[in-house]
Nanobody, 115 residues
Framework: QSRLVESGGGLVQPGGSLRLSCVAS????????IGWFRQAPGKEREGVSC????????NYADSVKGRFTISRDNAKNTVYLQMNSLKPEDTAVYYC????????WGQGTLVTVSS
């Protein structure tokens, strides 16, 4: 079965950095664009970033542009989200999913930004 598994979340201080990983199994990752989403307590789920199947095109939400970088290593069936200059408002559960079809989701990884 096609699966995505997120990892790399944790507790980090404001201004710190964290790198999330999204590892695919059961399908060929290079055939899919991948999106990162997040949902914070009391907030609606929002799109964070997405990357084309080849990695040649990326997009970012305005709230993270300039701070987050999405990348992929198709040989490792992995998509990354490098998060720098983290803010408390970045606190959320982060999910990855095939994009835009959204047929395969991971279980999420919790990122907490707090001093």
């Amino acid at each position: 079965q096609s699966r995505l598994v997120e990892s790399g979340g944790g507790l980090v201080q404001p201004g710190g950095s964290l790198r999330l990983s999204c590892v695919a199994s059961g399908f060929t990752l290079d055939s899919y664009a991948i999106g990162w989403f997040r949902q914070a307590p009391g907030k609606e789920r929002e799109g964070v970033s997405c990357i084309s199947s080849s990695g040649g095109k990326t997009n970012y939400a305005d709230s993270v542009k300039g701070r987050f970088t999405i990348s992929r290593d198709n040989a490792k069936n992995t998509v990354y989200l490098q998060m720098n200059s983290l803010k408390p408002e970045d606190t959320a559960v982060y999910y990855c999913a095939t994009f835009p079809q959204l047929e395969v989701w991971g279980q999420g990884t919790l990122v907490t930004v707090s001093s």
